[in-house]
T-cell receptor, first 114, second 109 residues
Framework: EAGVTQFPSHSVIEKGQTVTLRCDPI?????LYWYRRVMGKEIKFLLH????????ESGMPNNRFLAERTGGTYSTLKVQPAELEDSGVYFC????????????FGQGTRLTVV | ELKVEQNPLFLSMQEGKNYTIYCNYS?????LYWYRQDPGKSLESLFV?????AVKQEGRLMASLDTKARLSTLHITAAVHDLSATYFC?????????FGTGTSLTVIP
């Protein structure tokens, strides 16, 4: 069974450009999460989808970030326009239900804004 | 907000030695996880600790949980090179993970 996959694995963009990150969760997992680790700091929650609905987006830093999950399958996280402080590793995770014991993480997308 | 403090941030240890990574969390948590990450790879779940006094062991790694002290430890016994990785603890509450900063472990011959 395929795990959580993220694309791209690395992205280097200039300040002011737009980047879209993609996450394919494990098939059948209704819950999808985005997390971010800024250099040297802890991994922090960004938002949580249940199917196509945003359940909690309290961790989204500002309105330059837009997450979507059309059809309740894969999700995208768009940053527009990117700023230097957006650099970090963006992780996606999925689980069958939101309270169960196991969530599976992807390998992350390393975003560098120069 | 639930805060998680993990230390040390960096750990360089010789093969064969023992060491402990500490994870303190600030408020009640539903459960405590330990993850391992190798460069460019996914976060791999090592242990899930559900209740006070829980202890789990897998190979040279042993994790424990003291909910009264809000402390979890990851103990490494007789380290070997292939344990080199970054280790994260994460407290889980409601539907969210709250991560520590991670411990970058390097095991040297």
């Amino acid at each position: 069974e395929a795990g959580v996959t993220q694309f791209p694995s690395h992205s280097v963009i200039e300040k002011g450009q737009t980047v879209t990150l993609r996450c394919d969760p494990i098939s059948g997992h209704d819950n999808l999460y985005w997390y971010r680790r800024v250099m040297g700091k802890e991994i922090k929650f960004l938002l949580h989808f249940v199917k196509e609905s945003k359940q909690d987006e309290s961790g989204m830093p500002n309105n330059r970030f837009l997450a979507e999950r059309t059809g309740g399958t894969y999700s995208t996280l768009k940053v527009q326009p990117a700023e230097l402080e957006d650099s970090g590793v963006y992780f996606c995770a999925s689980s069958q239900d939101s309270l169960n014991t196991e969530a599976f993480f992807g390998q992350g997308t390393r975003l560098t804004v120069v | 907000e639930l805060k998680v403090e993990q230390n040390p941030l960096f750990l360089s240890m010789q093969e064969g030695k023992n060491y402990t990574i500490y994870c303190n969390y600030s408020t009640t948590s539903d459960r405590l996880y330990w993850y391992r990450q190798d460069p460019g790879k996914s976060l791999e779940s090592l242990f899930v600790l559900l209740s006070n006094g829980a202890v789990k062991q897998e190979g040279r790694l042993m994790a424990s949980l003291d909910t009264k002290a809000r402390l979890s430890t990851l103990h490494i016994t007789a380290a070997v090179h292939d344990l080199s990785a970054t280790y994260f603890c994460a407290a889980f509450r409601w539907v969210q993970f709250y991560f520590g900063t991670g411990t970058s472990l390097t095991v040297i011959p």
